[in-house]
T-cell receptor
Framework: DAGVTQSPTHLIKTRGQQVTLRCSPK?????VSWYQQALGQGPQFIFQ???????QRGNFPDRFSGHQFPNYSSELNVNALLLGDSALYLC??????????????FGEGSRLTVL | KQEVTQIPAALSVPEGENLVLNCSFT??????LQWFRQDPGKGLTSLLL?????REQTSGRLNASLDKSSGRSTLYIAASQPGDSATYLC???????????????FGKGTHLIIQP
């Protein structure tokens, strides 16, 4: 049973560029959430996708956007990168949509460095 | 908005000891509380999920308890091993304005070192 998979694992960008991160949920899961984790901090909720729509959003600017595909996989896009966007980006999947109170399973993350 | 605090921030104990990690939350109207383990530079591994109607959950050497009235959860690790060394995070969904569950709010974690 494949768990949550994320790509790429590491990437380096420069300020002002755009980045796309990808996530495939655990088999059988239909809900995907994205989190940003700065060094030494707990993850911060970015947004959640269910039925190909953004259902909930944390306190992140519009530079952060996403998409969910019919096969439940998801992308996170960040435009106009800032140095402060350097972080580990984590994808989590679960079953049951919104409101989502089920157990979350996380991928290994994508480490983004902005120079 | 839910706030989650974990104490202590770091803990170092010799192998074999039983230990308790603490997690407190501000909004007692929680849906559930989940404990995770994170190894350096890695993703999160789910350890235990306690629903709001439960008082505790057990998995192997791990036992998590939940006391909604006091806003506290504890993770008990029995007979600690060097392989238990990691950062342990607790998290609970925000209760949204419409009463539904929002994204998870995490504590900053407890960095645990088990000395051989």
């Amino acid at each position: 049973d494949a768990g949550v998979t994320q790509s790429p694992t590491h990437l380096i960008k420069t300020r002002g560029q755009q980045v796309t991160l990808r996530c495939s949920p655990k088999s059988g899961h239909d809900t995907v959430s994205w989190y940003q984790q700065a060094l030494g901090q707990g993850p911060q909720f970015i947004f959640q996708y269910y039925e190909e729509e953004e259902r909930q959003r944390g306190n992140f600017p519009d530079r952060f956007s996403g998409h969910q595909f019919p096969n439940y996989s998801s992308e996170l896009n960040v435009n106009a990168l800032l140095l402060g966007d350097s972080a580990l980006y984590l994808c989590a999947s679960s079953l049951g949509g919104y409101p989502n109170t089920g157990e979350l399973f996380f991928g290994e993350g994508s480490r983004l460095t902005v120079l | 908005k839910q706030e989650v605090t974990q104490i202590p921030a770091a803990l170092s104990v010799p192998e074999g000891e039983n230990l308790v990690l603490n997690c407190s939350f501000t909004d007692s109207a929680i849906y559930n509380l989940q404990w995770f383990r994170q190894d350096p530079g890695k993703g999160l591994t789910s350890l235990l999920l306690i629903q709001s109607s439960q008082r505790e959950q057990t998995s192997g050497r791990l036992n998590a308890s939940l006391d909604k009235s006091s806003g506290r959860s504890t993770l008990y690790i029995a007979a600690s091993q060097p392989g238990d060394s990691a950062t342990y995070l607790c998290a609970s969904p925000n209760v949204g304005s419409g009463g539904g569950a929002d994204g998870l709010t995490f504590g900053k974690g407890t960095h645990l070192i088990i000395q051989p």
